[in-house]
């Protein structure tokens, strides 16, 4: 018995198959089924009972499952803590954040850090997934959250909030401040959610049109006069066809996390402290309090 095989079963355990273990694990499928097999050989015992839409532990697999996790959350504070221990301002830092964020706001400040520390290699992971930085599938996340985690560090960058925007051709033909009812909401979001935010919207009158779940869609179609949007202050403000129609309203926290273990690595601590240094800059873009627009 070796971790390689206690790690493959705990991964099959918690994903309830081989091939989500697998699609997590970035390893094949076949690999999981020989090293699961190896394990049960030498247990001598059967760890799952297979079904055709995935496994249920067996008895004996209950009885791994919390040695193997316990063995995991050792090994991987033990290499916490050696990371952490890193001066090196060189080698791999993962940063997760939601796309949108990545896209509209942070694209230019991700970059200006790479020219400031050549020799950090930057890998960022754009996704709206909570990451696990216990498990070091990531370094540094920033998250849109009221309540971070209790056991990471964290910096609060402002109070993400969206406002209502829209062209001023489309603004000027439709008069949604009229209570006309010619105007028309870019829609997202699924019915009741839908319903939801046009009732608590600033034109709770007004109509969709589509159902554009992507965020660049939405603006697209925005820009192509069909309707006025619900958009993030950071993605509207910046937009110099758009007009803000309404102040902004806040949604959730913005935050930048990391564990406490890693505080002292070097590239962390150099990349919170990069973006700490821009947090009124941060703070105002996405709570919409200074609304400039490029010329």
């Known amino acids: 018995m070796n971790w390689d095989d206690l790690r493959l079963f705990l991964a099959t355990a918690e994903a309830g198959s081989m091939r989500a273990a697998a699609k997590a694990l970035k390893v094949s499928h076949t690999t999981i089924s020989r090293r699961i097999d190896a394990l049960e050989t030498d247990f001598d015992t059967r760890l799952f009972d297979r079904r055709s839409d995935g496994f249920d532990l067996t008895p004996a697999g209950v ?20 990371r952490g221990a890193d001066k090196e301002l060189a080698g791999p830092l993962v940063v997760t954040l939601p796309d949108m964020f990545a896209r509209y706001l942070m694209a230019p400040l991700l970059f200006e850090f790479m020219e400031e520390h050549p020799m950090i290699e930057l890998e960022v992971n754009e996704s709206w997934t909570i990451f696990d930085l216990s498990r070091r599938e990531a370094d540094v996340a920033i998250r849109f959250t009221d309540a971070p985690p209790d056991h990471l560090i964290g910096r609060e960058l402002g109070t993400f909030s969206h406002a209502v925007y829209g062209t001023p051709a489309y603004i000027e033909t439709n ?50 006069g069909l309707g006025i949007g619900l958009i993030p202050c950071f993605v509207g403000d910046t937009i110099p066809e758009f007009e803000r129609l309404s102040s902004p309203t806040p949604r959730s926290g913005v935050w ?13 601590s150099a990349f919170r402290k990069f973006i700490i240094e821009r947090r009124d800059y941060l703070k105002a873009r996405v709570e919409g309090t200074v609304f400039t627009q490029p010329q």
């Open 63 to 82: 009885a791994l499952l919390p040695v193997a996790q316990a063995m995991e959350s050792n090994l991987l504070r033990v290499e916490r803590r050696v």
């Open 175 to 224: 008069e949604p401040f009229d209570g006309s009812t010619k105007a028309r909401w870019i829609g997202w979001g699924d019915g009741a959610h839908r319903k939801r935010w046009v009732a608590a919207s600033p034109f709770p009158e007004l109509a969709t049109i589509g159902r554009f779940d992507d965020l660049p869609l939405q603006v697209e179609a925005m820009r192509a």
């Open 256 to 268: 930048l996390l990391s564990h406490a273990d890693l505080r002292s690595t070097a590239r962390v």
